[in-house]
């Protein structure tokens, strides 16, 4: 079991800037790749991005590309999201998950940050 601790949420005006950060704890051995999902007032959760934990490969949905980056510092097992440009659109809770080896979807998840981005 994985256990999943995100922060960093908040209040920002539209062109501010946020990092948000995911503490891992457990069985971080068993991680391959964790990602950001967020999940908006009436809408699924969706990907934002993605890293695999042992490559460092990354990938993003394409509304924050060139705005958001993940990165990780496998020392501290931990994973950021520093989301630069927001627009009212990123308002929404910001949810980290972790996906284990020989799992084919992410089923660790943090508890969720909320960021609210105003105009």
Do not use: H
Request: glycine share 12%; with cysteine.
């Amino acid at each position: 079991q994985v256990q999943l601790v995100d922060s960093g949420g908040g209040l920002v005006q539209t062109g501010g800037s946020l990092r948000l950060s995911c503490a891992a704890s457990g069985r971080t051995a068993d991680i391959v790749s964790m990602a950001w999902f967020r999940q908006a007032p009436g809408k699924e959760r969706v990907s934002v991005a993605t890293i695999g934990w042992f490559t460092g490969i990354t990938s993003y949905a394409d509304s924050v590309k060139g705005r958001f980056a993940i990165s990780r510092a496998s020392a501290k097992n931990t994973v950021y999201l520093q989301m630069n440009s927001l627009k009212s659109e990123d308002t929404a809770v910001y949810f980290c998950a972790a996906r284990n080896s020989g799992q084919g979807r992410y089923s660790n998840w943090g508890q969720g940050t909320q960021v609210t981005v105003s105009s």
